[in-house]
């Protein structure tokens, strides 16, 4: 229910969240799905409360003794190392967003230098400068990190990466959102062919993607350059296309598919249609 959501309401959200931690040893939920739901309803709190419950369930003395020593050794040729692992930076990383998502960088640093210090060494330069607002330094680490370790068909399978890879981006979204860094926010998120309705399409880019393409658009429309307000056409034809298509008369699949991205964008950015 959570992976396919798309709008959260505070109550709808606190009320399955205290489903989970009444049975947390009966139902079984990604701690991404937690998060995705806890930050934009607003309810961190709840949100750290039912991910700390997984972690504890999660993680025992063994397993930590394990990871926190032997990773170097294991990490590549053990897969049930290798899935504890995945599992557990997880659940960390996930804990860390809920905590920075209400400015708590004190328990963020604490995660990222104590429970996941195998990560890599420019993600945790990066923390450590978002700790003291330094965006802007933090911004260059994360773009670095982006650009070092990209996601290809060699590292397909180094599962970790793709979550640090993942981290990065909406860290890095942030960063630019603080320093009202609009180009690279926008560079960032329209790549390989990505278009509005490549982020519709996803309810995971659709949570975390499609405000900040929307912000970073309108803000290059209205304060950009002539040539950057030229490119920003895509935004413009988007918001038209959903004006002109809900006239139509006649149900159809797609008809029915505006009304819904209509519906959607008219509570989430009543100022910017």
Not at 135 to 155: G, I, M, R
Not at 216 to 239: H, M, P, T, V
Request: aromatic share 12%.
């Amino acid at each position: 229910m959570l992976s396919q959501s798309e709008i959260f309401y505070p109550s709808f959200v606190i009320s399955l969240l205290d489903i989970i931690l009444s049975k947390p040893k009966q139902i079984k939920i990604s701690s991404q799905y937690i998060s995705a739901a806890s930050i934009p309803s607003h309810l961190e709190p709840i949100g750290i409360l039912t991910i700390e419950c997984f972690i504890r369930l999660n993680q025992t003395n063994e397993t930590n003794e394990v990871i926190y020593e032997s990773i170097k050794k294991k990490f590549k040729s053990d897969p049930i190392l290798n899935n504890q692992l995945y599992k557990d930076i997880d659940y960390w990383l996930e804990l860390a967003k809920c905590y920075r998502s209400i400015t708590n960088y004190d328990d963020v640093r604490g995660i990222f230098f104590c429970q996941i210090s195998s990560l890599k060494s420019l993600t945790l330069k990066a923390i450590e400068e978002e700790s003291h607002s330094d965006f802007l330094s933090a911004l260059n680490s994360y773009v670095t990190a982006l650009e070092q370790y990209p996601l290809t068909n060699d590292t397909i399978n180094d599962s970790v990466l793709e979550l640090e890879h993942e981290f990065w981006t909406q860290s890095m979204l942030n960063c630019c959102n603080q320093l009202n860094n609009w180009t690279i926010m926008s560079k960032h998120i329209f790549i390989d062919n990505t278009t509005f309705d490549t982020l519709w399409s996803n309810a995971h880019q659709l949570n975390y993607l499609m405000p900040y393409a929307i912000r970073a658009k309108l803000k290059l429309l209205i304060s950009g350059n002539e040539k950057e307000q030229l490119e920003q056409n895509d935004l413009c034809q988007f918001f038209n296309n959903l004006s002109t298509n809900s006239n139509n008369i006649i149900i159809t699949g797609n008809s029915e598919t505006t009304f819904v991205k209509r519906s959607y964008i008219e509570k989430q950015y009543p100022f910017e249609l």
